[in-house]
């Protein structure tokens, strides 16, 4: 499973407050991301790092920032949390698997309510 | 544009029965990955492929790379099976690209 967790599992905030959910990984990968899980929507990608300190945007990151300081930890910050925010959030690493193509491991989710 | 396209959608089927999903993308791909999804649960990689076809247990996935297409193959199915199953393109990063997902029902 690439030791990867998740917290916290689950989640419920008003709208307006700020949210913050952490990725953690034991195995020193240097990829990671964030994505989210909506009905209709498949996953989509929201943030992502190649490394400490760098990080880039995905396809859906208005409202949401991130910040890895270490290796092992990458956190999501939703700074005003929304409805449209409500979601399962869902952090992955990149394996590399055989010479040169890369897996990814996904962590267990995050269910996140929005009231 | 990037794109992954499943079908079907949704699949109900038989214990025992032959199952293929499909998975169809826009442009040419650096590999292509399925996952596995259980209801409340997390998400598993099944495989990965950049050409030609693999095989694990009762799965197996082919790739279609002039065609742009791939498909995943369970033989024999059985209950634990009932999932979603996802495709994922890689367009020339590491990056993912997700389609919407495969609900599968095995009724026993």
């Known amino acids: 499973d690439a030791g990867i967790t998740q917290s916290p599992r689950h989640k419920v905030t008003e709208t307006g407050t700020p949210v913050t959910l952490r990725c953690h990984q034991t195995e020193n990968h240097r990829y990671m991301y964030w994505y989210r899980q909506d009905p209709g929507h498949g996953l989509r990608l929201i943030h992502y790092s190649y490394g400490v300190k760098d990080t880039d945007k995905g396809e859906v990151s208005d409202g949401y920032s991130v910040s890895r300081s270490k290796t092992e930890d990458f956190l999501l910050t939703l700074e005003s949390a929304t409805s449209s925010q409500t979601s399962v959030y869902f952090c992955?690493?990149?394996?590399?698997?055989?010479?040169?193509?890369?897996?990814?491991?996904f962590g267990p989710g995050t269910r996140l309510t929005v009231t | 544009k990037n794109e992954v396209e499943q079908s079907p959608q949704n699949l109900t089927a038989q214990e025992g029965e032959f199952i293929t999903i499909n998975c169809s993308y826009s442009v040419g791909i650096s590999a292509l990955h399925w996952l596995q999804q259980h209801p409340g649960g997390g998400i598993v990689s099944l495989f990965m492929l950049s050409s030609g076809k693999k095989k694990h247990g009762r799965l197996i996935a082919t790739i279609n790379i002039q065609e742009k297409h791939s498909s995943l193959h369970i033989t024999a199915s059985h209950p634990r099976d009932s999932a979603v199953y996802i495709c994922a393109a890689v367009f020339g990063n590491e990056k993912l690209t997700f389609g919407t997902g495969t609900r599968l029902t095995i009724i026993p």
């Open positions: 992955a690493i990149s394996r590399l698997a055989g010479t040169k193509a890369y897996e990814q491991y």
